[in-house]
Nanobody, 128 residues
Framework: QLQLVESGGGLVQPGGSLRLSCAASRFTLDYYAIGWFRQAPGKEREGVSCISSRGGSTNHADSVKGRFTISTDNTKNTVYLQMNSLKPEDTAIYYC?????????????????????WGQGTQVTVSS
């Protein structure tokens, strides 16, 4: 079974930065798109960013475009989410997940049902 483990969350002031990691085991990232999602208290889980299999393309929610960057380090079988210019509204539990379909040239974060093998999540709190 695919396994993903998130790390890197924490407390940061508005305007600050964090880098989240999503480490994969029992499979290679080459075959799967990886998505980052977040869920704030009382809200539905929403897509943040994704990177296609083999890192060919990325996609970001409008709310994070220009602030968040997603990348893959194949040597470490890890996907990173670099978050800059953080805002209080970015506060949430962040999850990563792998696409159900392999070898997709594009990725889409609109539908959480397209992803599986969810990690346990990492808390990000943006507050002064």
């Amino acid at each position: 079974q695919l396994q993903l483990v998130e790390s890197g969350g924490g407390l940061v002031q508005p305007g600050g930065s964090l880098r989240l990691s999503c480490a994969a085991s029992r499979f290679t990232l080459d075959y799967y798109a990886i998505g980052w999602f977040r869920q704030a208290p009382g809200k539905e889980r929403e897509g943040v960013s994704c990177i296609s299999s083999r890192g060919g393309s990325t996609n970001h929610a409008d709310s994070v475009k220009g602030r968040f960057t997603i990348s893959t380090d194949n040597t470490k079988n890890t996907v990173y989410l670099q978050m800059n210019s953080l805002k209080p509204e970015d506060t949430a539990i962040y999850y990563c997940a792998a696409s159900k379909i392999i070898l997709q040239a594009m990725c889409d974060i609109r539908y959480t049902a397209d992803f599986a093998s969810w990690g346990q999540g990492t808390q990000v709190t943006v507050s002064s």
